[in-house]
């Protein structure tokens, strides 16, 4: 079964309502809206490389975080779709959790004491293992 969440965190991406220290607002509007649908760690490496073009490229900023962007996606070309699929064990079975922010699944995961398999797209594991069509459900 899918499992959904609720109580979702903060967002990864700051606001003027939700803030986030060691994020600055990027400055190209695309930018922004694909940066905000990336995952914590993918969030962390588009800074990190777009602060090392910026700085060793001496290029300004919104163009190096345009390439950033494009290296994280070149990396992870899911990265931006919003939903993965987290394969995992729980209490000897398997499950499919669906999720829009892998590293919040990964700390509740840890948290009822289930292990990961692997990170896969939502649509084939749709087709695969439920026939095309598969009900939501939350998890814990």
Same mark, same amino acid.
Request: glycine share 8%.
């Given at each position: 079964?899918f499992?959904g969440?609720? !109580?979702r965190?903060?967002? !990864?991406?700051?606001t003027?309502?939700?803030?986030?220290?060691?994020?600055? +607002?990027p400055k190209?509007a *695309?930018v +922004?809206?694909m &940066?905000? @649908?990336?995952?914590?760690?993918?969030r962390e &490496?588009?800074?990190? @490389?777009?602060? *090392?073009i910026?700085?060793?490229?001496?290029?300004p900023?919104?163009?190096a975080?345009c390439? &950033?962007?494009l290296?994280?996606l070149r990396?992870?070309a899911?990265a931006?779709?919003?939903?993965?699929?987290l %394969?995992?064990? *729980?209490d000897?079975?398997?499950?499919?959790?669906?999720?829009?922010?892998l590293a919040f699944a @990964?700390?509740?995961l840890a948290? *009822?004491?289930? @292990?990961?398999?692997a990170?896969l797209?939502p &649509?084939?594991v749709?087709?695969e %293992?439920?026939g095309g069509?598969a009900?939501l459900?939350?998890?814990?």
């Amino acid at each position: 079964m899918f499992h959904g969440k609720s !109580n979702r965190p903060t967002p !990864n991406h700051p606001t003027p309502n939700h803030p986030t220290p060691n994020h600055p +607002i990027p400055k190209d509007a *695309i930018v +922004i809206e694909m &940066a905000d @649908r990336l995952g914590a760690d993918d969030r962390e &490496a588009f800074e990190e @490389r777009a602060a *090392i073009i910026e700085y060793d490229g001496q290029l300004p900023r919104a163009h190096a975080e345009c390439l &950033a962007l494009l290296e994280v996606l070149r990396r992870n070309a899911r990265a931006v779709e919003g939903l993965q699929v987290l %394969q995992a064990e *729980i209490d000897g079975g398997t499950e499919w959790l669906l999720t829009s922010d892998l590293a919040f699944a @990964r700390e509740h995961l840890a948290d *009822i004491g289930g @292990r990961e398999v692997a990170v896969l797209d939502p &649509a084939a594991v749709v087709e695969e %293992q439920y026939g095309g069509v598969a009900v939501l459900g939350t998890l814990g």
